[in-house]
């Protein structure tokens, strides 16, 4: 099994910057993958990004190409949602998650929520406008 906790949430202007840091217990860290995701008030928690266990290969929602990165540092057991240009549609609590997802293989895979069991308690992002 693996726990993992988010952290580096906050409050920031629109066009601003946060990253967050997802760290996680346990010796196996290289073998999960690894996803970040959100949820905003009443709405259904969606897929934002997530790294590959292996070859770190990297999946993201269309809407935060190109702004957001996703990295991991198997030495640290953490992984990181770099967030520049931050909008206000990107407020919203941001959760980690972790599996093997030793079947996965494409972007429909990876941004499934079911496909992960272990969850972090969130972290809450606010970009003001």
């Known amino acids: 099994q693996i726990q993992v906790v988010e952290s580096g949430g906050g409050w920031v202007q629109a066009g601003g910057s946060l990253r967050l840091s997802c760290t996680a217990s346990g010796r196996t860290f290289s073998t999960y993958a690894m996803g970040w995701f959100r949820q905003a008030p009443g709405q259904e928690r969606t897929f934002v990004a997530a790294?590959?266990?292996?070859?770190?290969?990297?999946y993201y929602l269309d809407s935060v190409k190109g702004r957001f990165t996703i990295s991991r540092d198997n030495a640290k057991n953490t992984v990181y949602l770099q967030m520049n240009s931050l909008k206000p549609e990107d407020t919203a609590v941001y959760y980690c998650a972790a599996d093997l997802l030793d079947t996965c293989s494409t972007y429909g895979c990876y941004a499934t929520p079911t496909k992960y069991h272990y969850w972090g308690q969130g972290t809450q992002v606010t970009v003001s406008s």
């Open positions: 790294i590959s266990r292996s070859v770190g290969r990297t």
